[in-house]
């Protein structure tokens, strides 16, 4: 056993030596301008379709820079760049759906060493990494969009289905976009912002890590953000339906918020919350945490109730005054409120 241990430390041993030798190879050869690989070659391409075919978008692309943006006539238009010898992208209609895929290439070699080559080839492809998708006002379906380690900025269009974002690793920016139905958004780790933009019927979105930004924005059902970790900041957002935001960690800032009811469920973490509205209640359940919290009227308008484990609280254990509601339960940690006219809250 020992003899066969020292032999595995010595292949162990010629093995890195071979991978040093062979960047110091690489580098020799980068330096006398030959490469042991061919660069990939791209090529612009075109791709149209009768947007009266579609009934959704279907993207699941890595790696890779997306623009959907209103277009004129009729038919869905879609301008990429792709390998010209070994395409890796793949647009096709099936039973109404377009779909728009990028396959996973190459082939991984155990003892491949990149040439530096390589490495300035990666940073100078940037250009054939994108791809614009120009929908006319016609197409009336439905978005799923999917990225991995790439950008999708969509802006100025109406959506009359459903949009559903995806993304790991990158980010999904929506802009200026009326949504005739729900809006989701399932975010591994990135950044996800939507600005100025109208759901008529429910948002959801699900972060495992990450930072969620939402600016002006309407929302005509009900409004629910769940993460795992990160950070949600919201600013100038109307919800007709209940609210929910609910976390494991992370944080929540606030300003401009209104909503029928608040639901704040949290594990652990931070609110920061200021200008908040409601119609009927606010209701905080959480296990740890720091939480501020300005309401937009007069204490007088609300009934409150407070039960705490440990941990502190500004609000009296039971108020009994308006229609309106706000209950608090906390295991631990703090709670501070405040409302109109009374910024230090009471």
Known sequence: MKRFGKAMIVAGCMVVSGVILGCIGNAIIYV?????????????????????????????????????????????????????????????????????????????????????????????EDDAHEMTITVPQSYVGEYDLDIASGSIYMSELTVEGELIVYGTSGSITIEDVECMQDIRADITSGFL?????????????????????????????????????????????????????????????????????????????????????????????ATSGDFTISLSDKMENYSIDTDLTSGSCNLPQSYVNGEKRIWVSLTSGSAKFSFEGDADGK
């Open 32 to 124: 006398s301008g030959e490469t042991t690989k061919n660069d990939p070659v791209y090529e612009e391409k075109y791709y149209s379709i009768a947007a009266d075919e579609i009934d959704k978008i279907d993207l699941d692309m890595y790696s890779d820079d997306i623009k959907i943006e209103p277009g004129d006539g009729d038919e869905i238009e879609i301008t990429y760049w792709d390998e010209v010898e070994e395409p890796n992208i793949q647009i096709s209609e099936r039973n109404g759906t377009l779909l728009i895929d990028k396959k996973t290439s190459g082939t991984f070699h155990l003892f491949y060493i990149p040439t530096f080559q390589d490495l300035f080839d990666a940073m100078d």
């Open 193 to 285: 912002k939507l600005q100025n933009v109208e759901a008529q019927g429910d948002y959801k979105s699900y972060l495992t890590s990450g930072n969620t930004q939402l600016e002006d924005m309407t929302v005509a059902g009900n409004f629910e953000v769940n993460f795992t970790s990160g950070s949600v900041n919201v600013t100038n957002v109307d919800v007709e339906g209940a609210a929910t935001f609910e976390n494991t960690s992370g944080g929540v800032s606030c300003d401009g918020f209104s909503a029928k009811e608040v639901y704040l469920n949290a594990t652990s973490g931070d609110y920061d919350l200021t200008q908040v509205a409601v119609e009927e209640g606010i209701y905080l359940d």
